[in-house]
């Protein structure tokens, strides 16, 4: 009887990660790729049920013997108590007080490598993690000993562990279980490789194992379990030479869905940051990969970007629907008259016998919250963490900067301020929403409006950090206990000044756009009228639906709605 219960919680354990194997995207830039000498860190969490609100945790101290009780992140179920330490840091969403940044995408691997009997889930690893590692390194050693004491209780994952020096790539599955005659699972831990990103260069990865064949004894720029190669011996996973042992390959082998949900998401990046170029080859080399028609064909973990970039373009990436690549939605009926590059959910549909897939790029509607963490090594940590955080859609929606080092969070991110339930009219992730789902249904006309407030905010704000950072130095250095109230004070003014842009915004496009008309614009923007002071708009005008649309329709129909 217990081994059919084990089974069946392998097997819910298994479906759950199938289900949010599509889920989120990273990239990684090392700080001698990026223009200001700043690492960055990006990450989508993209769930149908994920709120987006930001996590904010005090610094604290702790009595001798306390105890952490762990909630799985996302369900919210309890999954049992750790030994708390004596001593915390302050963190800020992804981020924490000396710019440690960690994210994830999860790949899932192999179904019987899921530990149903861990405590730490991978949502809990990394927020429990930031709260005790000082850098990344660090982190990598918080992580897996924490999984080693309690479990792994996800299935596999890939982080991003950065810092304001340096940027990994963590992999990691669980051992599956394997109990003992008291119910012990000896199989208790994990799998793992980390990867160091090179200066200069830049990484990605979306919801597939990336890490390859990895150094043996480089401990620099390579750290992994002592039992990654014999483990899988054992297991009967591999039985190849050590140097040739590849962890993508034996402990998530891809499939055509891994290709093409999940790995065009990192050629994509790869072929807008590497200016068409993938390495030292043209990223169309790639392309039969990204499509899923070569699996063999694997691009490199890590490429150097053709130019140095800046947090804009960093930004801008997470924005993607493969525009003006094989891959562009905008291009088939799926667009819609209005040549809309999203595809509602589920992933997959059939068509007769024959299964077809809705492409996933890296913007996606499912977005609860995404953030682009900004490392600056020649700034104080109370200074130097910026996490630009937005929540909705990343292409139709901002990122605002929050500074790592604050006491509080902006009351429109706040956690509490609205559910994913529970509407709320002081809650970006609702204003956001409401958008977003009206930009939707006329995205031709509706998505450059959007966009273009987007990037007055963003760039307005990095126009304004520098004397924000000026200040802070100053405070710094003569009053410093004042220095973590005037970045969250600022922070708080950058996240209200959204909020009312955006607000303008949801009311501006309402009017301009209601009924399929486009109202016209007098110079100073406000909405022209018939001549005679009434309020009745100039004659708008009826843009219709994009010549694809009418050619389909047209085959559609046939002689039906021919006019005659």
């Keep these: 009887m217990r081994n059919i219960f084990k089974s069946l919680v392998l097997v819910l354990v298994a479906l759950f990660v199938y289900n949010q194997s599509d889920a989120c995207t990273n990239i990684i830039v090392t700080k001698g790729a990026s223009k200001d000498g700043s690492v960055m860190v990006t990450y989508s969490a993209d769930a149908h049920v994920l709120y987006g609100e930001l996590y904010h945790t005090p610094a604290n101290i702790f009595p001798k013997g306390s105890k952490l009780a762990v909630y799985e992140w996302d369900t919210g179920r309890y999954m049992g108590e750790i030994a708390q330490i004596a001593k915390t840091y302050s963190t800020m969403g992804n981020m924490n007080e000396h710019q440690v940044i960690i ?108 890490i390859d064949k990895f150094p043996l004894n480089d401990p620099e720029n390579c750290l992994y379990s002592k039992d990654v190669i014999s483990f899988a011996r054992e297991a009967g996973l591999y039985n190849g030479k050590d140097e040739d042992f590849s962890f993508c390959d034996t402990y998530a082998p891809a ?64 924005r993607d629907h493969y525009e003006d690549t094989p891959l562009d939605m905008r291009k ?155 970045l969250t004070v600022w922070s708080e003014k950058f996240a209200d000044r959204l909020f009312k842009k955006w607000k303008e915004l949801d009311e501006y496009l309402l009017v301009k756009y209601i009924d399929g008309n486009v109202k016209k614009q007098n110079p100073d923007g406000t909405f022209k009228d018939n001549g005679f002071g009434r309020g009745i708009p100039d004659n708008p005008s009826q843009p219709g639906y994009s010549e694809h649309w009418k050619e389909q329709v047209v085959k559609d129909t046939k002689e039906h709605l021919m006019v005659k």
């Design 332 to 486: 088939d009926i799926g667009a819609g008259g209005f040549e809309l590059p999203y595809r509602w959910r589920p992933m997959y549909f059939k068509v007769g016998e024959l299964e077809y897939t809705n492409e996933r790029a890296i913007a996606t509607q499912q977005t609860g919250f995404w953030i682009l963490g900004q490392a600056r090594n020649w700034l104080p940590d109370e200074i130097g963490g910026i996490l630009w955080f937005g929540v909705d859609d990343a292409a139709l929606s901002c990122l605002t900067p929050v500074y790592s080092s604050g006491v509080r969070v902006p009351h429109c991110f706040a956690h509490g301020n609205g559910n994913m339930t529970t509407y709320s009219p002081t809650s970006a992730f609702w204003l956001f929403n409401r958008v977003a789902q009206f930009a939707y249904l006329r995205y031709n006309l509706l998505a450059p409006e959007v966009q273009k407030t987007a990037n007055e905010h963003e760039l307005g704000s990095m126009q304004i950090i520098p004397t924000v950072d000026e200040e802070a130095l100053r405070l710094y250095n003569t009053e410093p206990e004042k220095v973590k109230e005037y």
């Design 103 to 210: 994210t994830e995408t999860t790949f899932g691997g192999r179904e019987e490598l899921v530990d149903t009997t861990g405590i730490i889930d991978y949502g809990s690893l990394i927020y429990i993690t930031l709260q005790r590692a000082k850098t990344a390194r660090e982190a990598i050693n918080v992580m897996t000993s924490l999984v080693a004491e309690y479990g792994f209780a996800s299935g596999g994952e890939s982080f991003s562990i950065a810092d304001k020096n340096e940027a990994w790539i963590l992999e990691m599955v669980g051992k599956g279980v394997k109990l003992n005659k008291k119910g012990v699972n000896e199989n208790r831990g994990a799998n793992w490789v980390a990867i160091r990103i090179p200066d200069g260069y830049i990484s990605a990865h979306a919801n597939h194992s990336r």
């Design 255 to 318: 499939d055509w869905g891994a290709l093409r949900g999940c790995e065009a998401r990192v050629w994509a990046a790869f072929n807008i940051l590497g200016g068409g170029k993938i390495g030292e080859k043209p990223a169309m080399d790639y392309y039969d990969y990204a499509s899923g028609d070569n699996p063999s064909n694997k691009m490199p973990l890590y490429i150097k970007p053709s130019h140095l970039l800046t947090v804009k373009e960093v930004a801008d990436v997470m």
